[in-house]
C-alpha cells in the first residue's frame, strides 16, 4: 500500500465539532476551520434559533451531524437541508449527540449558559478533548469537570483569551512553581467611571466594548467586570491555583492577555493583539501553531503599556464573584445564574445597569450553600435562582 508520511512540522487533519456555531466565538471557530481546510475538518454543529445561519454553515462545511434546540426548528432545519447527508437532531439529547460523535475529535463549547455542563461532561466520557469557551462549565461544575477530564485522559484546553494566554504563558514550565496569576482586564466601556455616573447608561453604551468584537452577553458582563470574576473562578479549576494566587490588573488596551509570576519573580505574558480567533486556533492546533493572518503588534507605534488596579467599589462584579469563590459549593452557581438572569433584563430595557449587581447580591444572600452539588443540584440551584429574580424584579 503506498502510504503517505507526514513530513515535520506537518500537521495531521483535526475534526472538531461546535455547540453554539452561530454566535460570536462559533462563527470565528468556523472562520479558523475555513482558512485551515487541509488542517480542520468540521464534522458536527449545534445552535439555537439561528435557523438561517446555522443552513449557511451547514452548506458550507457539510458536516455528518447538527442539532437545535426546539424540534420544531430541527423539523424546519431538516426540510431545509433535505438534498444534504446530515442528521438533525434536537433537544439536550442533540446536544450530546453532537458532542460524542465518533469522528470528532475535539468539541468546541461555544455555546452560553449552564446548558453547556451535560454535553460537556458527555464528551469527556467520551474521550474528546474540549476547546472550552463555556465559562459557566468550570464556574459551577468545576469541582465536577476537572477531575472527570483527568479521568479520562482528557485535554481541557481554554478558548477564552486571557486564560489561552496563561495557558501559553505555563507552556514548558512546572505549574508548581507558579507564585501568582496575573489576569488581565480591559476595564470595558465604562473604565474610569463612578458608581453615580454609571446609574443612568444605556444598553447601547454598555455595549461598546473598546478592543474586542464579542456577543452582547460577554460584553455586558465585560461593562460590569462580572466577566472577570467568571474567568477569576475558571482560572482557579484550570489551573490549579488558590484564589489568593489570583491578581486582576487592567491593562486598557488588551495588549498583554495575561501573564504568569513564578516562584523566582520572573513574568511570562503572552502579548498580542485583540483578535479572538487566535486563542480559537491555538485550542484547536495544540500543541502545534498555525499561521493567522492579520494585523501584528508594532511595538514602536505601541509606546507604552499601562496598567491600573480594578476599581472594586464602582464595579462590584469582581468582588462579588470573588466572595461566591471563597464560599465555594453551589454559590459560583447562584453568582452566575443571578448574573445571566440581571443581563438579561437589562439587555431588554427592565432593569438598569446598577441593578445587576443588586440581583446578584440579593441571590447570594437568599441562598443556603451545597457544598459538593450535583449536576443535578447546579441545574436546580439555576432554577431556584431564576424563580427568584421573577418573582421580585
Request: aromatic share 6%; proline share 4%.
Amino acid at each position: 500500500m503506498n502510504r503517505r508520511v507526514r513530513t515535520k512540522g506537518e500537521q495531521k487533519m483535526k475534526k472538531i465539532a461546535v455547540l453554539g456555531s452561530t454566535g460570536s466565538i462559533g462563527t470565528q471557530t468556523l472562520e479558523v476551520a475555513a482558512a485551515n481546510p487541509e488542517k480542520l475538518r468540521v464534522v458536527a454543529l449545534a445552535a439555537g434559533r439561528n435557523l438561517e445561519l446555522l443552513e449557511q454553515q451547514i452548506r458550507a462545511f457539510h458536516p455528518q451531524a447538527a442539532a437545535v434546540w426546539d424540534e420544531e426548528d430541527a423539523a424546519k432545519l431538516r426540510t431545509a437541508v433535505a438534498d444534504l447527508d446530515v442528521k438533525v437532531y434536537s433537544g439536550m439529547e442533540g446536544l450530546i449527540e453532537i458532542s460524542t460523535l465518533p469522528e470528532a475529535e475535539i468539541l468546541v463549547t461555544a455555546i452560553v449558559g449552564m446548558i453547556g455542563i451535560r454535553p460537556t461532561i458527555a464528551a469527556i466520557q467520551a474521550g474528546k478533548d474540549i476547546a472550552l469557551a463555556n465559562k459557566e462549565t468550570l464556574v459551577t461544575a468545576g469541582h465536577l469537570i476537572m477531575p472527570l477530564a483527568k479521568e479520562h485522559g482528557v485535554k481541557i484546553l481554554p478558548v477564552d483569551s486571557e486564560h489561552s494566554a496563561i495557558f501559553q504563558s505555563l507552556n514548558g514550565e512546572n505549574p508548581k512553581q507558579i507564585a501568582k496569576i496575573l489576569l488581565t482586564a480591559s476595564g470595558g466601556p465604562f473604565r474610569g467611571k463612578k458608581r453615580a455616573e454609571l446609574a443612568h447608561v444605556r444598553v447601547e453604551d454598555a455595549l461598546k466594548h473598546p478592543n474586542w468584537s464579542m456577543g452582547a452577553k460577554i460584553t455586558i458582563d465585560s461593562a460590569s467586570l462580572v466577566n472577570k470574576g467568571l474567568e477569576v473562578m475558571e482560572a482557579k479549576w484550570l489551573f490549579g491555583v488558590e484564589l489568593d494566587q489570583i491578581q486582576v490588573v487592567v491593562q486598557p488596551t488588551s495588549v498583554i492577555h495575561s501573564m504568569v509570576e513564578y516562584v523566582d519573580g520572573a513574568v511570562i505574558a503572552q502579548l498580542g493583539t485583540p483578535d479572538m480567533k487566535l486563542p480559537i486556533q491555538y485550542a484547536l492546533f495544540y500543541p502545534e501553531r498555525s499561521y493567522l493572518a492579520g494585523a501584528r503588534l508594532d511595538f514602536a507605534k505601541l509606546g507604552q503599556i499601562s496598567f491600573e488596579e480594578p476599581d472594586m467599589e464602582t464595579f462590584r462584579g469582581l468582588p462579588l464573584a470573588m466572595q461566591a469563590a471563597r464560599i465555594g459549593g453551589s454559590m459560583p452557581t447562584v453568582f452566575n445564574a443571578a448574573n445571566e438572569r440581571a443581563v438579561s433584563k437589562f439587555l431588554k430595557g427592565n432593569i438598569r445597569f446598577l441593578d445587576i449587581y443588586e440581583i446578584i447580591a440579593d441571590c447570594m444572600n437568599a441562598h443556603k450553600k451545597i457544598e459538593n452539588p450535583s449536576v443535578e443540584e447546579i441545574l436546580e440551584t439555576e432554577s431556584a435562582v431564576y424563580e427568584r429574580i421573577e418573582s421580585r424584579w
